[in-house]
């Protein structure tokens, strides 16, 4: 992690907003195999679901909401698969989201019978709009479903032999007036009786993303601001993706005062997406901040999740695509190869290559594709290639004319050249006319 510079610091009196940072890892919680499984054309079955726990577990997740076992049958089995099956390690914790309903709840109580501990999440939606138009109920009514439910999981609780831990979202929580939203998550809390030493989580979702990040930040800084016995809660965020600036909200949530992130790897999830943990852990990552999340092999990592979600990785995705290590055009590889050669020559330990934000070993990547030749690449390029695929240092004064070479060949071509493909031309133009 020390091989990672800060950015540039702008001078204290010169900043536009307070100085925070994101200093250390929040308490992860993956919603894969909820949120982002109910957003799939095929959900996943009971098998996939397996793959994907074992490698959230792998990633080193500690909570992990598994379903909806109420709401779906394979949800239920999934739970009674991983509790009989003893496939949840200890340290980590299942999650499951319920509605405010007696028969609801009962389930979903069923399904984690036997495991050690368990997260119940409670969710009803808050908002104006849900509120008028899909419940028609006032906010007396909207808080009177909360509270039920809430007593409905704690009579649940007290009889459980599983140690439950407490969760509540008012759901839609962004198109919701700040003082409901804090006046049912406490009237949530007078019920659940939480303490420090038992914290309950009010999760405060971006259910859809309606505002500038900061506006998010904003309204997570005032809730952590307001919310009685702040040291009784946890405060969790989760962020949609309806305006692509879901990693944004999170970040700038975090440094408001959340101590929890709910998300998905790659940003699965509801329509645009869920917040993507991949992005939001190696980006702590490469500012020197343990995520405490391993994607030290993200190529495993994608495998599990293409084959287990039937979704692609975006070729350009934050720190995973195929294509984010690799430079085509002349005037990026040539910094990229002098920035490869300064690493070689001063052995400092720190990663500074132009263009390339993390050491793509760092995420079991290798050098091989940093540098990929079609016409619009240059001579720094193919001199990286030579040398770096067959040992060969192209002399100086040789460049500029295989370089015009290589360009003849791709454009005819349209293609991108392979490195077999750029010695074959280099022998024939050059060794074989000898
Ligand atoms: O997006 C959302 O509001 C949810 C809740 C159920 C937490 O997924
Ligand atoms: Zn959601």
């Known amino acids: 992690l020390r091989k990672y510079r800060p950015y540039p610091q702008v001078p204290l009196q010169d900043r536009r907003w307070p100085d925070q940072m994101i200093t250390r890892a929040p308490i992860w919680c993956s919603v894969d195999l909820r949120d982002g499984n109910q957003a799939l054309i095929q959900p996943m079955n009971v098998e996939e679901k397996l793959e994907m726990f074992q490698l959230l577990v792998q990633i080193g997740f500690k909570e992990i909401e598994v379903g909806f076992p109420s709401a779906s049958q394979i949800e239920y089995d999934f739970l009674r698969l991983l509790i009989e099956g003893n496939h949840i390690p200890t340290g980590v914790v299942p999650q499951v989201l319920t509605q405010a309903r007696e028969h609801l709840i009962k389930r979903s109580f069923a399904s984690i019978q036997g495991a050690r501990e368990a997260i119940m999440h409670l969710y009803n939606s808050t908002s104006i709009l849900q509120r008028d138009v899909v419940f028609k109920k006032d906010k007396k009514e909207i808080i009177e479903l909360g509270v039920t439910g809430a007593k409905l999981i704690r009579e649940q ?257 349209s293609d991108e050249l392979s490195p077999e493909m750029i010695f074959q031309t280099f022998e024939k133009e050059y060794l074989f006319n000898v």
Not at 246 to 266: I, S
Not at 311 to 338: C, W
Request: proline share 5%; glycine share 8%.
């Open 157 to 413: 609780a007290e009889r459980a032999e599983t140690i439950i831990r407490y969760e509540y979202s008012p759901e839609s929580f962004t198109g919701t007036e700040l003082d409901f939203s804090l006046e049912i998550c406490e009237a949530v809390m007078d019920v659940w009786e939480p303490s420090p030493e038992k914290p309950m989580i009010i999760n405060l979702p971006a259910t859809v993303e309606m505002s500038t990040p900061n506006i998010y930040a904003d309204q997570i800084e005032w809730f952590c601001r307001h919310v009685k016995n702040r040291d009784c809660v946890l405060i969790s965020v989760h962020a949609h993706n309806d305006r692509g600036e879901a990693v944004a909200a999170t970040e700038l949530a975090l440094m408001a005062g959340a101590d929890r992130v709910e998300g998905t790897l790659f940003g699965n999830g509801e329509r645009t997406g869920n917040v993507d943990i991949v992005t939001l852990a190696l980006n702590m990552f490469s500012q020197g901040v343990d995520p405490e999340l391993d994607f030290s092999r993200i190529n495993k990592v994608i495998n599990v999740y293409e084959r287990c979600t039937k979704m692609k990785v975006h070729p350009r995705h934050p720190y995973a695509g195929e294509l984010v290590y690799t430079a085509f055009s002349g005037s990026h590889q040539d910094a990229i190869n002098k920035g490869m050669t300064a690493l070689e020559l001063t052995q400092s330990g720190l990663w500074e290559v132009p263009y390339l934000p993390i050491d793509p070993q760092d995420v079991g990547r290798t050098y091989e594709s940093i540098i990929r030749i079609n016409s619009q690449s240059g001579k720094g390029g193919i001199a990286y290639i030579m040398e770096h695929e067959f040992g060969f240092k192209l002399p100086n004064d040789m460049r500029p004319g295989f370089g015009r070479v290589i360009q003849e060949v791709s454009d005819a071509c």
